[in-house]
């Protein structure tokens, strides 16, 4: 069954890994968020795309959520000594991924290309796209003004109040061809439990993005989504506090909301199971299962259950 | 007093460091090889510069020679997972600022500036200066064929034989304006115990480097050299070898010949004392010191006699 995942950062890199697991070889295509890019020291890093990338590979750690396991902080170390800002963390191995990402990039490879060659050296089975080889890059207004996602994200750890989210560049952008031809042969679309606001958001603020999906629909492919808001918090990141900073709720019925035009089914945690009748009354059909992926036994359990939902 | 030395890798690095502690801060400037400079990864990669650099500020590695002290090497091992080329070792508190430096150069700056500019990051109190902003390139033909100077030393470790060296592009190189200004108000130069082929030769020859120092000399600044050949072998790298495949002797009548138009005096030591007869015939004044730098106090010591011998 060939699927395509929407995915940004952690969540949505454990349910795509656990697709991976449940699909056979070849048959998963996550599409991932590139609208939190930065250029550091010189380098381009991905970072949505490389916590799918590490994840999908097994070389994630497991307990940060974010970067390699075993990794060590030595280069870090020396910007510091050099001068540099190091705010931005960055590992030696994961480094080393920049360091080859960007030559690839600078050689004049797309990014598009450089993603499945990257996946492909790090034997990934499934094929991990960029939404787009344009630059998008998402702001956040707080009450200080507004800032570039990794300075809100990283250096200030979230803490600002965001008060508004654009995605510069959206409006010029277009997926790239094998995103779209992912979509028009897909079977399952999967919204994986990713920040609605600032991962799958900006995936689907590309132009040419919701009309794909759509019309992956109207040929009668469940779009399934699961919510990454469990008993109105966030597993993981800020998502449950910008969806209120944002005017609305931090439950699954917010992200229901935000999510009736883009899915059919959006799979709640047996903990909010209270809410299933609220969700249905936005108009999309909710399915209760565990949605907390604890182990890798229950990543392809909720991947199985996100197949099956259809 | 105010002195230049021209300096190639470890060896030359190592008088460097013995002058910096001898001199004011600030009077010693350091003129280093770029043409074994490489592009590894996409990132700028400097290895003569960088072993003054590092040695100069107390951070080399003092067993290995080359590299810095407590270097970890987790981003070579995952680059080799990626698939890359790891025979030319990068560690990762090294990889931090080929990366800093290449950005550097990447956003305008030219090599000058960024060797001045890392070398202040790292509290150096001498100048650093690439003897020329072009790129020069050392090659060397083997009886297989021209290789690029780091396949030969890195990964053949220097063990095809040596029958001619050529240093491409440098016809088109002139010297930078600070290489030409330290020459003209220099008081002292020096020339480390380099290799006298491809760490000396090749900053020799840039065009208007010859000139510049013998219009130092007819002012009547003395120009030392210490030869890097002791008891007929090179105390590291394959300058021994070299001298001999190209047709001279691996000893230190050899250096004196090579030095000929270059110097004035040269420091020979203690264990080739019986060849200063030889040395002065060539018209050049050979000194008899010790010359290998034990310690840090043996860099002093070879400096301050360095420096004395005018």
Request: aromatic fraction near 4%; glycine fraction near 10%; charge should be negative.
């Amino acid at each position: 069954m060939r699927a395509v995942a929407l995915a940004g950062g952690v969540g949505g890199a454990r349910l795509a890994h656990g697709l991976q697991r449940v699909l056979a070889p070849g048959e998963l295509v996550v599409v991932v968020n590139v609208a939190d890019d930065l250029e550091r020291h010189g380098l381009v890093v991905s970072p949505d795309q490389d916590t799918v990338l590490y994840t999908l590979a097994g070389l994630a750690d497991r307990e940060r959520g974010w970067g390699l396991a075993g990794e060590t902080w030595s280069a870090l170390d020396q910007l510091g000594r050099l001068g540099e800002e190091t705010w931005f963390a960055i590992g030696d191995r994961d480094l080393a991924l920049h360091v080859v990402r960007t030559a690839r990039l600078r050689a004049g490879a797309r990014p598009t290309e450089v993603a499945l060659e990257l996946a492909a050296r790090l034997g990934v089975p499934s094929r991990i796209l960029p939404v787009t080889d344009d630059t998008i890059r998402t702001r956040v207004r707080t009450p200080d003004g507004w800032l570039d996602f990794q300075d809100y994200f990283v250096r200030l750890r979230c803490e600002p109040e965001v008060l508004e989210v654009t995605v510069d560049g959206a409006a010029r952008a277009r997926p790239t061809p094998e995103v779209l031809a992912s979509l028009a042969t897909a079977e399952r679309i999967v919204v994986c439990p990713s920040n609605p606001v600032v991962s799958i958001g900006p995936i689907m603020a590309v132009p040419g993005m919701p009309a794909a999906v759509r019309a992956a629909r109207d040929r009668g492919v469940p779009v399934v989504a699961v919510s990454p808001i469990v008993a109105g918090r966030a597993l993981r990141g800020p998502a449950d506090r910008m969806l209120v900073s944002l005017g609305g709720q931090a439950s699954v019925v917010e992200v229901a909301r935000r999510y009736v035009d883009l899915a059919d089914i959006l799979v709640i945690d047996e903990a909010d199971a209270g809410l299933a009748g609220q969700v249905a009354a936005t108009g999309i059909r909710p399915l209760v299962a565990p949605t907390v992926m604890t182990d890798d036994a229950a990543r392809a359990e909720l991947a199985r259950a996100v197949l099956a939902a259809a």
